[in-house]
């Protein structure tokens, strides 16, 4: 049990826009940065708010993601951090990113204080053009408030085992509310404690892990048995990979909204991957034939060695991608093995260094050994 | 086993260990097969797993990466990221499915010429046995 504020609202939703309502009603913010409602046909958008009353539109657990915001906080605070505080109200995903982020010293955490929610994931971005999201927003919250999981969402959401966020200041417990009547708001840490000390509302003790938690769980880990013990290609191997590339544009959209790639200049836009003459001409002596721009492969294969052991599984890239390739579900099925290999979790412990930054001497052994007869 | 084919190894050794070792086995006249081309790095960490990966892309049939010995790294740790890079690039393939017989990490202390031409005898014969590199035929890469 941990301290924590508990809420009567209609809802998750409302219990999180009251939360930040109040939080910055109590000056004990500056501003607050939460999804807020900007279109009359369920479009969404982050927005850093000042005013309590411009937040009567804020709907933090909406189930779209427009952008990962633990990139977008990064954007904002990379040169420097907020002057006074600032909350932020991320999903579980989002935080993690936030917490890759500032291990590629790429945040200034100082000043922001993190809430997040038990999360009941993310509907894909197309899902709610025209309105689309109106019919399933009921059965949404409810399945929410239950903890079962809706139907229909990313499904990289589907399949998230990570839905309890790790390191937030604050956790609003909105999976399986529903079954408690009352909406706990828990302090995770000592700046979570401070928010919420003389706040309005009955002071208590809540536990995160609610029964509706517990079947959630259950269900999002056979649904992530079943995705991830398929194979992750048609046909393994080369085949395999063209044929799921096949019909990249090269936009490379998956990259611009990937909170974790956060290189100034991406390798792939520098002049050393620029195709010359040259390039076709090496292409063309070895090969029957080349794509014209060439390496598209290599853009994801080298993205794959450069982010996936930080992949968080958000599931932007498939989303952004205007040809729709899963891109999330690959990316997350091969992070998923390279985390492994390092026993690693990425944004769950901030102390803890990115896998290719540090080394153990005596670990992996065998790499390296003389190994031809595999 | 197809005798025909010589397979194209790139060769990515560091310069103080392994292009060392390389340069005592040419001294030496040690006969081994004619398949790598060697570009000598710096250290074995300059070998970005992308630029394995480019070189197979572009029809290469292995790469070779090769360093000092762990613990011998002349920049004292360069080598244990190498082999955490290659380890990774181990995984990836093996989800993939991609071949790992075309990528292969190996460490050869400057003395040691005759692994230089163990290592390339041994990659060679792997690599005759997989064949050459389907991306040599596939357009779309």
């Not at chain 2, 004292?76 to 955490?84: D, F, L, M, V, W």
Request: charged share 25%; aromatic share 6%; glycine share 10%.
């Amino acid at each position: 049990m941990a301290e924590a504020l508990l809420m009567k609202a209609d809802g998750a939703d409302a219990a999180a826009r009251d939360l930040l309502k109040t939080l910055l009603a109590s000056g004990k913010v500056r501003g607050v940065m939460t999804l807020v409602e900007t279109g009359p046909a369920g479009e969404v958008n982050y927005e850093l708010v000042a005013d309590a009353a411009a937040l009567e539109k804020a709907t933090p657990l909406y189930p779209l993601m427009p952008a990962n915001a633990g990139g977008l906080l990064s954007r904002l605070t990379v040169l420097e951090g907020f002057e006074e505080p600032v909350a932020a109200f991320l999903r579980p995903c989002e935080l993690r990113a936030f917490v890759e982020l500032g291990k590629l010293h790429q945040v200034d955490a100082e000043n922001i204080l993190l809430i997040s929610a038990t999360c009941g994931g993310v509907y894909p971005l197309r899902a709610s053009l025209n309105g689309g999201l109106a019919d399933a927003l009921p059965a949404y919250w409810e399945a929410l408030a239950n903890g079962d999981g809706a139907e229909g969402l990313r499904p990289t959401c589907s399949a998230c085992e990570h839905f309890v966020p790790f390191g937030a200041d604050l956790v609003l417990a909105a999976v399986g509310s529903g079954a408690a009547g009352r909406l706990a708001v828990v302090a995770s840490t000592p700046r979570g404690e401070e928010a919420l000390e003389g706040l309005e509302g009955a002071a208590g003790e809540a536990e995160m892990e609610t029964a509706g938690v517990k079947s959630l769980r259950e269900k999002r880990g056979a649904a992530r048995a079943e995705l991830f013990e398929k194979e992750p290609l048609a046909t393994p191997g080369l085949e395999g990979l063209v044929a799921f590339f096949g019909r990249c544009v090269g936009c490379r959209s998956c990259r611009s909204v990937c909170p974790i790639c956060c290189c100034e200049i991406c390798y792939f836009d520098s002049a050393t991957t620029e195709p010359t003459p040259r390039t076709f001409d090496v292409h063309l002596k070895r090969k029957e034939g080349t794509r014209v721009p060439p390496d598209t492969l290599l853009f994801h294969l080298g993205r794959l060695t450069h982010m996936s052991v930080s992949c968080v599984g958000c599931g932007m890239c498939a989303d952004a991608c205007p040809v729709y390739i899963p891109v999330a579900t690959l990316f997350a099925k091969v992070g998923a093995g390279t985390q492994t290999l390092f026993e690693y979790v990425p944004g769950k412990d901030p102390a803890e260094e990115v896998p290719l930054q540090r080394f153990e001497e005596d670990e992996l052994v065998e790499v390296g050994e003389e190994r031809f007869d595999s | 086993m197809n005798e025909e084919f010589r397979p194209d190894i790139l060769g990515i050794f560091c310069r103080w260990c392994s292009y060392s070792a390389a340069d005592l086995a040419g001294v030496s006249r040690l006969k081994m097969p004619p398949t790598t081309k060697v570009v000598r790095v710096m250290c074995s960490s300059r070998a970005d797993p992308v630029f394995a990966l480019g070189a197979l892309l572009s029809g290469a049939d292995g790469v070779l990466v090769a360093g000092c010995a762990p613990g011998d790294c002349h920049y004292k740790t360069g080598n244990y990221q190498t082999r955490r890079r290659y380890a990774l690039v181990e995984k990836i393939f093996d989800t993939l499915g991609l071949d790992n017989r075309r990528v292969k990490l190996v460490w050869i202390p400057a003395s040691e010429g005759p692994k230089v031409k163990r290592v390339i005898t041994a990659m060679t014969e792997s690599l005759r046995e997989a064949g050459p590199n389907p991306a040599r035929a596939e357009m779309f890469i």
